[in-house]
């Protein structure tokens, strides 16, 4: 059964550092998502992107947070200059088409640990 | 605004127990609801959805009905096993809207 994947599934990272996380996306989804969990809270919606464009974001997702879709394949979340604060589970999602109707399917996540 | 309210955990049961966690949700519209487990060390799993009022998802013995009329998708199992001590997640969609409004997760932990 497809999937999506994320790697690496830890990263540890100097405050400060820019740090990129992959996601692979389903191969035939066009919408693609990045969620993050901070330790004990809830899941928290970050950013959405189809048509290679952001479609919408959240007010987490400031200048320091960017996506891209750099191949047919990947889609990464880049955080130019991390913060203590930013040390959280994030996750990416991917459905095939829009509506509220249809399944977001969710990777294992990317435990990021900012020092 | 639209937001997911789920019970406090964690939630301790002994195997073969009744379950139910509950939720309740807050949307504007009419939005489709989800709850999503995440087993230890794993990512979120779609268990189950319904996309309008009076529906019922269910999947794997677990069963939660859409009603509009109290705002709740409270999920229930018959008899729970170990196997499904993990943290399960309320979610709701919302036409028009890209992102899932998650509840706060739920632990759960079932005792042999």
């Known amino acids: 059964e497809p999937e999506v994947t994320q790697t690496p599934s830890h990263q540890v990272t100097q405050m400060g550092q820019e740090v990129i996380l992959r996601c692979v996306p389903i191969?035939?989804?066009?919408?693609f998502y990045w969620y993050r969990q901070i330790l004990g809270q809830k899941v928290e919606f970050l950013v959405s992107?189809?048509?290679?464009?952001?479609?919408?974001k959240s007010e987490i997702f400031d200048d320091q947070f960017s996506v891209e879709r750099p191949d047919g394949s990947n889609f990464t979340l880049k955080i130019r200059s991390t913060k203590l604060e930013d040390s959280a589970m994030y996750f990416c999602?991917?459905?095939?088409?829009?509506?509220?109707?249809?399944?977001?399917?969710f990777g294992p996540g990317t435990r990021l640990l900012v020092l | 605004g639209n937001s997911v309210t789920q019970m406090e955990g964690p939630v301790t049961l002994s195997e073969e127990a009744f379950l139910t966690i509950n939720c309740t949700y807050t949307?504007?519209?009419?939005?489709?609801l989800f709850w999503y487990v995440q087993y230890p060390g794993e990512g979120l799993q779609l268990l189950l959805k319904?996309?309008?009022?009076?529906d019922k998802g269910s999947n794997k013995g677990f069963e939660a009905t859409y009603r509009k009329e109290t705002t709740s998708f409270h999920l229930e199992k018959g008899s729970v096993q170990v196997s499904d001590s993990a943290v399960y997640f309320c979610?709701?969609?919302?036409?028009?809207?890209?992102?899932?409004?998650f509840g706060q997760g739920t632990r759960l932990t079932i005792n042999p």
């Open positions: 319904a996309t309008k009022a009076d």
């Open positions: 949307a504007t519209g009419y939005p489709s």
């Open positions: 191969s035939n989804h066009l919408y």
């Open positions: 999602a991917s459905r095939r088409r829009q509506g509220a109707r249809e399944t977001q399917y």
């Open positions: 992107f189809y048509n290679n464009e952001i479609s919408e």
């Open positions: 979610a709701l969609g919302i036409q028009g809207a890209q992102k899932l409004v």
